[in-house]
C-alpha cells in the first residue's frame, strides 16, 4: 500500500506539495491530472523514494515500486537488451529467466529487432518503449508512470496504456499514471484526481471512458 498523509514537499522558498493525503491499495489504477507544476511529477517521486517529504508521511510498503520517467534515461554504452538485462540481474533475477523476460518485454513493445541497437540509434518512440519494457520485465507490483507516452504518436499510446493497464490486472498491481491528454486514461485508470498549486483538488473525477478518443 502507498499512503500519503498531510505531504507537504518544498525546494527552498517554493512548495511544490502541500497537505496531500492519498492512498493507493495494490490493484488500484489512478490517473493524475493538472496543469504543469502543479506538483503531480513530485508526487511520483516523493512516492518511488527519490524525494523525502518536508513534513507529512509518505509510506510505501510495496516489494517493487518502478518509476517510468518522461525521458527514457537508457544507459547510453549499453545495447538495448543489456538496458534490460542489467536492471533484471540488479534484481536477483537468474540469467535464463532473465532473458526470457527481456526478450519477451521487447517482444510486446514492438523492439525485438531492436534488441542489440545502441540507445543513440533509436527514435525517441523507441527509446520510450525500450524504458517501458524495462520497467514491466522487473513485475513491479506498483508502477508509476510520469507522461512516459508522450513521444509517442496517438495510437501507439493507446496500445501502450491498455498493455499497461493489461500487466496491472494480471499481476495485481497498482498504477499511478500522469497525463496531460485526458482521452489516453481511457481504459487504464480507475478513477483520475486532479492536482493543482501543490493539492488534490478533487477527490474523485471520473475516469475518461469509452467516449473518449485521440485528437
Do not use: Y
Not at 92 to 104: N, Y
Not at 114 to 138: T, Y
Not at 159 to 164: A, F, N
Not at 186 to 193: F, K, N, T
Amino acid at each position: 500500500m502507498l499512503e500519503l498523509r498531510d505531504l507537504s514537499r518544498s525546494f527552498g522558498q517554493r512548495t511544490v506539495l502541500d497537505g496531500i493525503c492519498l492512498t493507493v491499495r495494490p490493484g488500484e489504477r489512478l490517473g493524475l491530472i493538472g496543469p504543469s507544476g502543479a506538483g503531480k511529477s513530485t508526487l511520483l517521486r516523493l512516492a518511488a523514494g527519490l524525494l523525502r517529504p518536508s513534513a507529512g508521511v509518505c509510506r510505501n510498503t510495496f516489494a517493487c515500486t518502478r518509476l517510468v520517467f518522461q525521458e527514457p534515461r537508457l544507459l547510453p554504452w549499453r545495447s538495448v537488451a543489456d538496458n534490460l538485462d542489467i536492471a533484471l540481474h540488479a534484481h536477483g533475477i537468474p540469467a535464463h529467466e532473465a532473458a526470457t523476460r527481456r526478450d519477451s518485454w521487447l517482444a510486446r513493445v514492438g523492439l525485438a529487432d531492436a534488441a542489440r541497437s545502441w540507445p543513440a540509434e533509436l527514435s525517441g518512440g523507441m527509446a520510450q518503449r525500450a524504458a517501458l519494457a524495462r520497467a514491466l520485465a522487473l513485475e513491479p507490483d506498483l508502477l508509476l508512470l510520469d507522461e512516459p507516452f508522450s513521444a509517442l504518436d496517438p495510437a501507439l499510446r493507446a496500445d501502450l496504456g491498455r498493455l499497461c493497464a493489461d500487466q496491472a490486472r494480471v499481476t495485481g498491481a497498482a498504477l499511478i499514471c500522469i497525463s496531460h491528454q485526458p482521452w489516453e486514461l481511457a481504459g487504464l485508470v480507475d478513477r483520475v484526481l486532479c492536482v493543482a498549486d501543490g493539492r488534490i483538488c478533487e477527490q474523485a473525477v471520473p475516469a475518461i471512458r469509452d467516449t473518449a478518443t485521440p485528437p
